[in-house]
């Protein structure tokens, strides 16, 4: 099979309206070859537009698509997606029931006329990308949800696209096959080099699969990075929530984009409400929690004293949610289940200071 992820494709200023419904707004991205990028946001954020207009099955109003300085779709130049060399992986799999895998995966190349030796050399390199080079001659309904899934990108790839999209892939599968696929998903990329495009509402998804991650809001890009990035150093309060857990309080010190350590946080929390405007987040593994009661703690720059409002156990740890004295939630994660309404004392050891939602 030919090597994939050879081409860099820019998304500049693109815009899609339906209507008077601006489903992107002006969205800028530039995916180098062989990244693996992830579209995250909530349900109607414009992921799935942004990725049907990537194919070729939307057109644009504003702004240009151009995959290795080949312009695909601007105001006034559409090109269709068959001459586009993407190839797309929907949620639904969309696989014909009465065809083999074989058959299957081979369908868009037959349709381009190749046959013979050359036909079947390509399908059996497209199975065994996504190792399942021995069930060609199994039906669809044969398969489990998992398998149907790497047939589905299987087909894809016999075409050699320059570009995959992935469309909310795991959607369809249970928890403990979506964890089985990431790993699959993780170990494609790395065997074949391509570059993928993938819409996900689930955060945890495309932290733990993309190379970097486009977060979207109401058809804006709201951040574009790492996703560790993201997860330490993300730009608003919103972004902030929406990726991993976390608790946002309000201090009286920082600035948005700048972090906020110990002892300079601890005093910020424990000025005076009306002084408290900046918003900071505090991440579980960032709160160290005494057993010792701490009633005393609340007007030190050391700690600060919490009551213990819920208990769950996740199995290697608890997860407390804890109340401060100003009335904000705090969560935090600890060895051992300290008892509810119970006092504890709390050392917040860092912060991340947000900009506010515009």
């Given at each position: 099979?030919?090597?994939?992820g050879?081409?860099?494709?820019?998304?500049d200023?693109?815009?899609?309206?339906?209507?008077?419904?601006?489903?992107?707004?002006?969205?800028?991205?530039t995916?180098?070859?062989?990244?693996?990028?992830?579209?995250?946001?909530?349900?109607?954020?414009?992921?799935t537009?942004?990725?049907?207009?990537?194919a070729g099955?939307e057109?644009?109003?504003?702004?240009?698509?151009?995959?290795?300085n080949?312009?695909l779709?601007?105001a006034?130049?559409?090109m269709?997606?068959?001459?586009?060399?993407?190839?797309?992986v929907?949620?639904?799999?969309?696989?014909?029931?009465?065809?083999?895998?074989?058959?299957?995966v081979?369908?868009?190349?037959?349709?381009?006329?190749?046959?013979?030796a050359?036909?079947?050399?390509k399908?059996?390199?497209?199975?065994?990308?996504v190792?399942?080079?021995?069930?060609?001659?199994?039906?669809?309904?044969?398969?489990?949800g998992?398998?149907?899934?790497?047939?589905?990108?299987?087909?894809?790839l016999?075409?050699?696209?320059?570009?995959?999209?992935?469309?909310?892939?795991l959607?369809?599968?249970?928890?403990?096959?979506?964890?089985?696929?990431?790993?699959?998903?993780?170990?494609?990329?790395?065997?074949?080099?391509?570059?993928?495009?993938?819409?996900?509402?689930?955060q945890?998804?495309?932290?733990a699969l993309?190379?970097?991650?486009a977060?979207m809001?109401?058809g804006?890009?709201?951040?574009w990075?790492?996703?560790?990035?993201?997860?330490?150093q993300?730009r608003?309060?919103?972004?902030?929530?929406?990726?991993?857990?976390?608790s946002?309080?309000?201090?009286?010190?920082?600035?948005p984009?700048?972090r906020?350590?110990g002892?300079?946080?601890?005093r910020?929390?424990?000025?005076?409400?009306?002084?408290?405007?900046?918003?900071?987040?505090?991440?579980?593994?960032?709160?160290q929690?005494s057993?010792?009661?701490?009633?005393?703690?609340?007007?030190?720059?050391?700690?600060?004293?919490a009551?213990?409002?819920?208990?769950?156990?996740?199995?290697?740890?608890?997860?407390?949610?804890?109340?401060?004295?100003?009335?904000?939630?705090?969560?935090?994660y600890?060895?051992?289940?300290?008892?509810?309404?119970?006092?504890?004392?709390?050392?917040?050891?860092?912060?991340?200071?947000?900009?506010?939602?515009?």
């Amino acid at each position: 099979m030919a090597e994939l992820g050879t081409s860099g494709l820019m998304i500049d200023r693109v815009t899609k309206r339906f209507g008077e419904q601006t489903a992107v707004d002006a969205l800028s991205l530039t995916i180098n070859p062989g990244e693996f990028v992830a579209l995250l946001g909530p349900s109607g954020c414009g992921k799935t537009t942004m990725l049907r207009m990537l194919a070729g099955f939307e057109t644009i109003n504003d702004g240009t698509i151009q995959l290795a300085n080949r312009t695909l779709a601007s105001a006034d130049t559409h090109m269709p997606p068959e001459q586009r060399n993407m190839a797309m992986v929907f949620q639904s799999y969309a696989l014909w029931p009465h065809m083999s895998v074989a058959d299957n995966v081979g369908y868009p190349v037959k349709l381009r006329g190749l046959r013979g030796a050359a036909y079947h050399q390509k399908v059996q390199q497209a199975l065994a990308l996504v190792e399942l080079d021995a069930y060609a001659d199994r039906m669809p309904q044969a398969l489990s949800g998992g398998q149907r899934q790497r047939v589905a990108l299987a087909r894809c790839l016999v075409s050699d696209p320059s570009v995959v999209l992935l469309d909310e892939p795991l959607a369809n599968l249970d928890r403990h096959l979506r964890a089985t696929m990431e790993h699959s998903f993780r170990d494609f990329h790395r065997r074949t080099g391509a570059t993928l495009v993938y819409v996900t509402h689930d955060q945890t998804e495309a932290m733990a699969l993309a190379d970097k991650i486009a977060v979207m809001k109401a058809g804006k890009l709201i951040q574009w990075g790492a996703p560790e990035t993201l997860y330490r150093q993300p730009r608003t309060t919103w972004v902030a929530g929406f990726i991993g857990q976390g608790s946002q309080l309000k201090v009286a010190a920082g600035h948005p984009g700048k972090r906020l350590e110990g002892a300079a946080l601890m005093r910020g929390l424990n000025a005076i409400a009306s002084e408290r405007t900046q918003s900071v987040l505090v991440r579980p593994e960032h709160i160290q929690i005494s057993a010792a009661p701490a009633s005393s703690a609340a007007h030190t720059d050391k700690q600060l004293a919490a009551q213990v409002e819920s208990v769950i156990f996740r199995g290697e740890r608890y997860e407390l949610t804890l109340r401060l004295p100003s009335g904000e939630t705090l969560l935090a994660y600890h060895p051992s289940a300290p008892d509810l309404g119970s006092q504890v004392a709390v050392d917040l050891h860092q912060g991340w200071c947000l900009e506010p939602d515009q």
